[in-house]
Every structure is written in structure tokens, then in C-alpha cells.
């Protein structure tokens, strides 16, 4: 087995994840702006929610990348027995790049079409999914850290798409430079497939179970 140095119990650093994943999706949701209906001259609501459609667009698409990156984070930990300091550092980057996501999204909802927008909101996505990437490939390997019943075919299998979805975010974040509507939209599709697959039943950037060893 694989050195790991000092080890700690995961359930503070759980409890911090979850908590700060709590407070951006909170977040999130506060920096929207209330349609105002109030002054003369004004033709209802809905011209002014219509108006509005990018803002919200925006909104729910980070909101389901953020759900989509607790429920990786969370099938990822749940396979791991323990921490250590390396696993800790993956994790506080992994909230780095969560808790700036009010903020990357609101600037995509008021430059939607500037490419900078774009690769900022793609690059944060793509940190964060690569530090829980890095989080299972460093922890599986040699069985350091990870559960005894997975078998070598499962370890590779996650991590082999993990590698490819890092691809994918990453070419999505570079696509950016060139037209930012390349960018959301292939965020769009991996958020709708992952949540597919998740409302399935199935579980892990795989999509598969562990395989338990008979």
C-alpha cells in the first residue's frame, strides 16, 4: 500500500463542503434581479421577465453545475475511507473554485457575449471538476485511501472518464476564445447527460457502480 502520511477523519471536511455548496447556490439565487413593474409607462411583468432571460438562463445552468459538482464530489467521497493533507488541499481548491460561481455567473448574465466572460465561467467549472478527478485518481492509486472491494477494472474505468471529461471542460473553457456560446453549450449538454444519468440511478463520472469482487 501506497504511503499516506498523517491521515484525519472526512466528516469536517464534509460538513464544511456542504455547507459552503449551501451558501453559493443561496448565493446564487439573491443576485438575481426583481423585475420592477411600478413605474408608469411600463407594459406588465412578463416584457420585463422576457427581458431578463439571459440572467436566468445563466442562473440555471450554474445552479445544476453546482449540484452536478456536489453529487460528483459526494459518489467520489463516499469511496474514500480517510483523508489526508493532499486530499485536503484537492478539496479546499475544489471550493476555490465552487464559491466563485455567483460571481462568474452573474458576469456571464451581463456579458454574455464577451469572451472572457466565457473562459473565466468555463475555466472555474473546470478546476473544480479536476480537483475531485485528482481526489480519486490520488487517492485509489496503490489502494491508498479508497474502499478494499473496488476492483482495478472499476479504478481505471472512473478515472479514465474522469480524464476524458477533464478533456471535454477543458475545451468547452478554450472554445471560449472564440465564440462563448461554444462554451455554454457544451456545459449544457454534459450538466443535462450527467443529471440523466443520475435521475437512472446510476452513479460516478463512469456512470457505474463499484464492482464488488465475489
Not at 466528516?11 to 420592477?36: F, K
Not at 479536476?130 to 473496488?150: E, H, K, N, P
Not at 450527467?194 to 464492482?211: H, I
Amino acid at each position: 500500500m501506497a504511503r499516506t502520511g498523517p491521515t484525519f477523519a472526512k466528516d469536517r471536511m464534509m460538513a464544511l463542503t456542504d455547507g459552503v455548496i449551501a451558501i453559493v447556490i443561496t448565493l446564487m439565487v439573491l443576485e438575481l434581479t426583481i423585475p420592477d413593474v411600478s413605474e408608469e409607462g411600463l407594459e406588465g411583468l412578463w416584457p420585463e421577465v422576457r427581458s431578463l432571460w439571459r440572467e436566468y438562463l445563466a442562473y440555471v445552468l450554474s445552479f445544476f453545475i453546482v449540484g452536478i459538482l456536489w453529487l460528483y464530489h459526494h459518489t467520489t467521497w463516499r469511496r474514500i475511507n480517510r483523508a489526508n493533507g493532499t486530499l485536503l488541499f484537492f478539496n479546499m481548491v475544489f471550493l476555490l473554485a465552487v464559491s466563485v460561481t455567483p460571481f462568474t455567473s452573474r458576469m456571464v448574465a451581463l456579458n454574455t457575449d464577451e469572451r472572457l466572460a466565457a473562459i473565466i465561467y468555463g475555466s472555474s467549472v473546470f478546476l473544480a471538476a479536476a480537483c475531485i478527478a485528482a481526489t480519486f485518481a490520488y487517492a485509489s492509486q496503490g489502494r491508498r485511501l479508497v474502499d478494499d472491494d473496488m476492483t482495478a477494472e472499476f479504478v481505471q474505468r472512473e478515472n479514465t472518464m474522469a480524464a476524458l471529461l477533464m478533456v471535454m471542460l477543458a475545451l468547452a473553457a478554450f472554445l471560449g476564445t472564440f465564440t462563448p456560446r461554444a462554451t455554454y453549450i457544451i456545459l449544457g449538454v454534459l450538466v443535462t447527460f450527467y443529471w440523466v444519468v443520475t435521475a437512472l440511478n446510476r452513479e460516478g463520472v463512469s456512470a457505474r457502480r463499484p464492482d464488488v469482487p465475489s
